[in-house]
Nanobody
C-alpha cells in the first residue's frame, strides 16, 4: 500500500489550501489516517488524525480551528482543509496510515512522499 499527497503550493498568509491523501492498496475506512508536517530544520510533527472507527478528528493546538480533516470513503481519500494559513505553516505535509489505532501517535505506515506548502507574501 501507499499514500499519495497532493494539493500543496504557494499561498499568501490568510489564504487556504486543501490537501488530498489518496490511498492505494488499503482502505482509509480501515485505518486511522494522519497528516504530519516537517518544516526546514525542525522535527516532523503530527498535525491531525482521523480515527478509523468513528471518524473522530484531533488536531495539534497550533492548527485547531483553522484546519479540518475529513474522509471520503468512495474516493478512498482523506483531505486536510487548511484555512487562515500562516507563514509558520510552511512545511512538507505528509499523510500516513495508523494500523495500530494509536491516534496517529506511533506505528504509522504507508507514508507518502509529501507535498510542499509555502505560505508567503
Amino acid at each position: 500500500g501507499a499514500a499519495v499527497e497532493s494539493g500543496g503550493g504557494l499561498v499568501q498568509p490568510g489564504g487556504s489550501l486543501r490537501l488530498s491523501c489518496a490511498a492505494f492498496g488499503f482502505a482509509v475506512d480501515n485505518y486511522g489516517i494522519g497528516w504530519f508536517r516537517q518544516a526546514p530544520g525542525k522535527e516532523r510533527e503530527r498535525v491531525s488524525c482521523i480515527a478509523y472507527a468513528d471518524g473522530a478528528a484531533t488536531y495539534t493546538s497550533s492548527v485547531r480551528g483553522r484546519f479540518a480533516i475529513s474522509r471520503d470513503s468512495a474516493k478512498n481519500t482523506v483531505y486536510l482543509q487548511m484555512n487562515s494559513l500562516e507563514p509558520e505553516d510552511t512545511a512538507v505535509y505528509y499523510c500516513a496510515a495508523d494500523p495500530l489505532h494509536l491516534n496517529c501517535k506511533g506505528g504509522m505506515e504507508y507514508w507518502g512522499k509529501g507535498t510542499l506548502v509555502t505560505v508567503s507574501s
